[in-house]
């Protein structure tokens, strides 16, 4: 069985890609594919963890495990989404993004030490990432997570060398949060690994939140009397709805950290687009990019 671990990271998709594929859960399991429901899995993974320590998982406790997670242990593909992978919010920021998140990811895998396992995971553009954790931190009774920190100092590349390091020969799939609308069928498809054919339920739900709902009836009908032929002219619908049908308080970033300025905003994102191109010149990483 091959293990996809699909790390969110926190403030991303929100659960949109596990509860589209959980939807489809019966027309994928046809192919193979597992998609157990993150309840039987999370706590349950976390404490398997906790007490191994780092240590391989004897094969009973692994067929143990595998037998309470998922009703289709002989599956070829199981997919396991948690945001809470690399780190819970809080302790998400120290002296890099999700500085712990390798050796994390690394004692999850050791769960199932004899299966083949795979990373996906978005990243975004830390002028408005850090503001949505410090806030998601905070929202449940911790203190501010950015105090003392230099944003100029986080990098993505950063956590991902470090995932690798961590775990090397685990391939590692990246998109950026900022292109989703424009490639959320690809991004499900490379987790899920169902036929390119293969069409899924419920696979418009992020664009339907973005535009409004007029808009989005009027890009429903287009696309049946237009069915798209290839996935840029779908891209290319998709951002002309966008544009014409998005919903502001959807689309705009609001970066509201106290002592935040314009100027260290416009050199964060202008750092972020830098990083990309680190991050694309990783060995083992694949970039899905519009």
């Not at 906790?50 to 593909?77: C, F, K, N, V």
């Not at 003392?148 to 950026?176: E, F, H, Q, Y």
């Not at 009836?217 to 891209?235: A, F, L, M």
Request: glycine share 6%.
């Amino acid at each position: 069985m091959r293990i996809v671990y699909h790390l969110g990271v926190h403030c991303t998709d929100e659960d949109r890609l596990v509860r589209c594929l959980l939807k489809n859960r019966a027309v994928l399991a046809d192919q193979g594919i597992s998609v157990p429901s993150p309840t039987r899995y999370r706590k349950l993974l976390r404490a398997t963890a906790t007490q191994l320590r780092g240590r391989a998982a004897s094969d009973e406790t692994a067929a143990m495990i595998l037998d309470q997670i998922t009703d289709e242990p002989q599956a070829d593909r199981m997919i396991l989404s948690w945001t809470s992978f690399l780190s819970f919010p809080a302790y998400a920021v120290d002296h890099m993004l999700y500085g712990q998140g390798g050796e994390r990811l690394h004692g999850f895998t050791r769960i199932f030490p004899d299966d083949e396992a795979e990373f996906h995971m978005a990243i975004r553009n830390p002028a408005s990432f850090l503001p949505d954790l410090r806030l998601r931190a905070q929202t449940k009774g911790h203190e501010d997570i950015l105090n003392g920190v230099d944003p100029r100092s986080l990098r993505w590349s950063d956590t991902i060398r470090s995932i690798k390091a961590a775990n090397p020969g685990v391939p590692l799939t990246v998109w950026c949060d900022e292109d989703t609308p424009l490639i959320w069928p690809e991004v499900l498809q490379a987790i899920s690994g169902h036929a390119v054919e293969t069409r899924l339920e419920d696979d418009e739900e992020l664009l339907s939140d973005l535009i409004s709902e007029a808009g989005f009836v009027r890009y429903q009908t287009y696309c049946r009397e237009h069915p798209p032929q290839t996935v840029s002219q779908r891209r290319r619908i998709v951002t002309a709805f966008l544009e014409k049908f998005g919903r502001p308080e959807k689309l705009a970033a609001d970066a509201s950290v106290p002592g935040w300025s314009e100027d260290l905003v416009e050199e964060l994102t202008r750092s972020y687009l830098r990083d990309l191109d680190r991050i694309a010149r990783t060995p083992g990483v694949r970039i899905i990019e519009p």
